[in-house]
């Protein structure tokens, strides 16, 4: 054992500890030994230099004790004092969350510099969440589809299948209703049928604004309008609600506007100066209201879109979109005058917005004042000449106006540049209405592509109106209509209907009116009407008790809402251009009571046929048919309207009337 112990005491003497550094930049002695070392738990060798390197380890030690003990008491100082609001600091980074996975980071950093792409699905997501945001809910409402409908063959296009609205009483019979869901919007309206303004649009308004098919165009394309059009609702101090917002906006998007209402309510009560939470109780309020069925409520959401529109600091994007919603609502309610203001104030403060003048120009023609509506879209394409939008509008007033010829390139140039809210089926109705006046069968190309782009069921029938499934031919025999009494009865009782028109028709008191829908190229056309809409007429069956007598019991008629029961005269001489009817849920059929013996026919598609005196001639008016009347007297037809036989009872009880 001794000399081992001898061994180690010398192997002390002889090797020296070398100086290291370590990674704390103090200096630690290594003692190591030829023969194998004694080192401590610290990695330090016993003896002189162990207790050098035992001292710098303590001072490290310390040093880091005080640091931890200093950071602990300043968070708890600054949590127990609340020196940093983190939940403004946190809201304000969320901004920056570019990225979408909920924090800021170095990412979100590199996307902010554009050196990383934003992820696709977030783009996405974002276009969706704010489009939903700006969604219009269109409520569904039993209006009437109202159309000059004075004449035999039917009158001007009516109004857009998905507005119409019917003149209120007092309007000017020049300004005719214009707006009405379509055929399928059965429903009943707020509190039953609202009170509407009437519109002008020579019985038409373009309101409908279709967005264009963006399923060809490149994913990276559509990303890209995406992210360019979003609009920003939010102000600098809202930035850091954010999640409030989102959180009420949640609500209203599920579709639990109750708690909707509530959360934006208590937001506003909260953050009162804060437009965007006014906004969102605005929508809540209006989503509200169409599951309420209540005009008060709508009121009520209009006063709030307002008032959020009115707000200091609210943000451009944020005072359009509330203005543009307080305008549609406003013309739902039929306050057309009152949307007409509203769009002429936002006007005035986005100028160079080329969209919002093309509003106010249909604005103008929703209350008759065509004039203003022309002005208007003359100075939209006097910025914008390839405006299409306001092309197929201006065309159309031109059209309104009888000039034919020049209505021609704007409806054209117009429905070619694709624009959204050119994709109408009445504007392709009318250039290819102009071009047939004008002699060029190129008419018949534009309504084979309104076939193809589905807004007519073919080229020859062109109604806007319509039930899908019906049975659909130009010429009908009395038995496919399934009317045979009433038939056998107009047949029967011909000369009594021919005798009491006959005693109208020698009357001065102007019973028959002139045809005054601009379908004639030349002569005089008059009528005298019984029913309309599926109601009598004024004091109308007072002058023809006998012929209204027999009327009364066939419902198919009388209650016929979407037609008419009327006596036309048309001189000889009169030619009535090609035109067709609104609707295809009705047959129209004639009586001939007085036709002289050559020289009046009439064609519906390719088939020309005559009228008989006592015979009952029916066919569907929502194809393309044409009167002549070249004999050397007048020709006297009674007209009766029924409903299409393969319609339901339900469907002839809740669809609009026209």
């Known amino acids: ?387 299409g939008f306001a092309k197929v509008h201006y065309g159309f007033i031109l059209k309104s106006e009888n000039k034919i010829a020049e209505s021609i390139p704007f409806l054209r140039d117009g429905l070619e540049s694709g624009d959204p809210g050119t994709d109408d089926g009445r504007f392709y109705f009318h250039l290819g209405d102009a071009l047939q006046r004008m002699g060029d069968d190129s008419a018949y190309k534009w309504y084979e592509r309104g076939h193809q782009r589905g807004h007519f069921a073919s080229v020859w029938q062109r109604s806007l109106y319509n039930v899908d499934g019906l049975k659909a031919q130009p010429w009908w025999t009395p038995k496919d209509t399934g009317y045979m009494d009433l038939i056998k009865t107009l047949e029967r009782n011909w000369r009594t209907i021919r005798d009491e028109a006959l005693s109208v028709m020698d009357k001065t008191t102007g019973l028959f009116v002139p045809e005054e829908e601009n379908l004639r190229e030349k002569g005089e056309w008059g009528q005298f009407t019984l029913w309309q809409q599926g109601k009598k007429a004024g004091e109308s069956c007072h002058s023809v008790p006998k012929t209204c007598g027999l009327l009364e019991r066939y419902t198919e008629a009388t209650g016929c809402k979407r037609g008419q029961i009327k006596f036309s005269v048309m001189q000889p001489g009169t030619h009535v251009w090609p035109h067709t009817g609104p609707t295809n849920c009705r047959l129209r059929m004639h009586l001939g009571l007085v036709i002289p013996k050559t020289g009046c026919k009439i064609r519906c598609t390719n088939d020309t046929r005559a009228w008989e005196e006592g015979k009952v001639l029916i066919f569907d008016d929502s194809f393309e048919h044409e009167v002549w009347q070249d004999a050397d007297s007048y020709r006297l037809i009674f007209i009766v309207d029924v409903w299409h036989p393969e319609l339901t009872q339900y469907q002839r009880q809740t669809l609009s009337p026209i």
């Not at 519109?199 to 992210?227: C, H, I, T, W």
């Open 1 to 387: 054992m001794a000399p081992r112990k001898n061994s180690r005491n010398q192997s002390k003497k002889e090797v020296k500890p070398a100086a290291m550094v370590n990674k704390n930049g103090v200096k630690a002695e290594a003692a190591t030994a030829s023969g194998g070392g004694d080192v401590a738990s610290g990695g330090v060798a016993s003896g002189g230099g162990g207790a050098a390197s035992g001292f710098s380890g303590t001072k490290i030690f310390t040093w880091f004790m005080v640091l931890a003990l200093l950071g602990v008491w300043s968070s708890v100082a600054v949590v127990w004092l609340d020196l940093v609001d983190y939940d403004n600091v946190i809201g304000k980074l969320s901004a920056y969350d570019a990225d979408g996975d909920g924090d800021f980071d170095v990412e979100d950093a590199k996307v902010l510099l554009g050196v990383k792409e934003r992820p696709v699905s977030l783009v996405q997501k974002e276009a969706k969440e704010e489009s939903a945001v700006e969604e219009q809910t269109e409520p569904i409402v039993e209006e009437v589809i109202q159309t000059t409908e004075g004449t035999e063959e039917e009158g001007q296009l009516p109004p857009n299948p998905s507005q119409e609205q019917q003149a209120p009483e007092g309007e000017s019979p020049d300004a005719v209703g214009t707006t009405a869901k379509a055929e399928d919007a059965t429903e009943e309206s707020f509190e039953g049928k609202l009170a509407v303004e009437a519109g002008s649009f020579e019985a038409e308004a373009a309101v409908q604004v279709e967005e264009r098919n963006a399923e060809d165009q490149p994913e990276d394309m559509l990303q890209y309008k995406a992210k360019k059009k979003k609009p920003k609702l939010l102000n600098t101090f809202e930035k850091t609600i954010k999640a409030e917002i989102d959180t009420a906006e949640k609500l209203r998007k599920k579709g639990k506007v109750e708690e909707a209402v509530r959360a934006f309510d208590t937001l506003v009560q909260q953050y009162p100066q804060s437009p965007r939470c006014r906004y969102g109780k605005a929508l809540a309020e209006d989503d509200l209201a169409e599951k309420m069925r209540s005009n008060d409520m709508l009121q009520k959401a209009l006063s709030t879109y307002k008032e959020a529109s009115e707000l200091p600091n609210a943000t451009p994007d944020l005072i359009k979109a509330t203005l543009k919603k307080r305008a549609e609502r406003q013309q739902f309610l039929g306050r057309m005058r009152g949307a007409l203001a509203t769009l002429e104030k936002l006007v005035q403060i986005f100028p160079e917005d080329m969209a919002l003048k093309n509003d106010l120009g249909v604005a103008h023609l929703l209350i008759g004042d065509n004039k203003s509506a022309k002005r208007v879209y003359e100075e939209v394409l006097a910025i914008a000449p390839s405006n």
